[in-house]
């Protein structure tokens, strides 16, 4: 056997290895496992911070952001 093939060999073998090894990492279960009243905070947690973004977006004036945006473009490529 010529050090050719015995090296084709081993990388193919390897490639094999690792493959697999990505598969059965991508079909793990990693779901992190939090006790009652972890899980009940952690609700809690982003029920309020949704409620803060919805809160927000009320608020959010699309057309003094793109003046906002647009004054800073302009004072960016003065600065160049």
Known sequence: MSPLTFLVVILLATNII???LYIAERR???RAVYDP???NTL???VTHLK???ESELVDFDVEEW???LEE???E???NL
């Open 37 to 39: 009243e972890t899980r």
């Open 18 to 20: 690792l493959a697999a």
């Open 66 to 68: 793109e003046k906002a």
């Open 28 to 30: 793990a279960s990693t």
């Open 76 to 78: 960016e490529i003065r």
């Open 72 to 74: 800073s473009l302009e």
């Open 43 to 45: 609700k809690r947690r």
């Open 51 to 53: 409620e803060e973004l």
